[in-house]
């Protein structure tokens, strides 16, 4: 009988990351070292999560996967080589991350990588924080080229002020950056294929100058992708729940919860999903099992589940992610 899994975070140090996920969400990180991000749910090859509560404590995803996959996913797809579908982080980005882009579907296995669809949701912001996404409006292939060239390609990305609350989406093939002093909830295909344009001419934890990608960036880069919105649907409310369709896309679904005090909601029966707390408490009830959840925790909710509750003592915010 399979429950509401919680999980063990899996910490990366990074050459741009903090401490603020300690501050913020009382996570217990690796003492001494610039943690840029949290993998809170993951199924790849030396970094699958470890369940952390229930009876299967120990056990980790990629064991549910092979073990009781129908039952865990129902209709969503497992990703490439049977592994979990859904990748989920919080990312803490004192410093700016590389320019870079991930392969499209079509372009993934001629380039040797994988295709990374993914969403940014905005948990916290400094004065001034901006997102670097998609192109500026008239920038060709060609004045790219020449920027990569001189050092200046920057230039060619579209820069847009984020504050908490704020969306993105960002499909396999557009070119992005996370700003300075951003943290950031990801949801993502499952994939770790990253190309590198420009790395703002740092060295790496190791002190030499982390690898670029050139060409498989320019390979990679949809050149007509030109000044991307913020998500921008409306609220509404349903149920008595504030809710906000974030992203309807082929491999995800992801939605805002808003929970006033004393509120609760249902969760879609029989549908993988997973939640992920960004503010406030809230208390998923499902059959005899109970979890309790604080901002920046995570919870993994079966196919095989009937029905599945939450609830909030006090005012509480989440996203609900579904995989497809």
Known sequence: MLYPFTFHPIFKDRIWGGRELERLYGKALPAGKPIGEAWEITDRDGDTSVIANGPLAGKTLGWLMREHGAALLGTARPA??????????????????????????????????????????????????????????????????QKIADGTVA???????VKAGDTM????????????????????????????????????????????????SLASIDFNDFAPPLVGTPWVMEGGVQKRSLVRDPLFNVEAWQLAEGTSG??????LQIVAVTGGEVNLRSGGTEVRLAAGQFALVPASLEATQISADGAAALLRVEAR
């Not at 230039?155 to 002020?161: A, G, M, S, Y």
């Not at 960002?170 to 951003?182: M, T, Y």
């Not at 249902?266 to 549908?271: G, I, R, S, Y």
């Open 169 to 216: 989406f960002l499909p396999s093939g557009r070119v992005h950056a996370i700003g300075d002093r951003l943290v950031i909830f990801e949801i993502q295909q499952n994939s770790d294929t990253t190309y590198r344009v420009f790395d703002w001419n740092r060295v790496g934890l190791d002190g030499k100058p982390r690898e670029l990608h050139v060409a498989q």
């Open 155 to 161: 230039d060619c990305f579209h820069r847009i002020p």
């Open 266 to 271: 249902a969760l879609a029966a029989k549908t």
């Open 80 to 145: 490439s080589g049977g592994n979990f579908p859904i990748l989920c982080k919080i990312l803490d980005a004192r410093d700016k991350l590389s320019l870079q882009v991930h392969p499209p579907a079509a372009k993934a296995a001629e380039l040797g990588g994988e295709p990374k669809t993914e969403m940014w949701y905005i948990a916290d912001a400094g004065p001034g924080a901006e997102l670097y996404v998609g192109l500026k409006p008239g920038v060709t292939r060609a004045v790219f080229e």
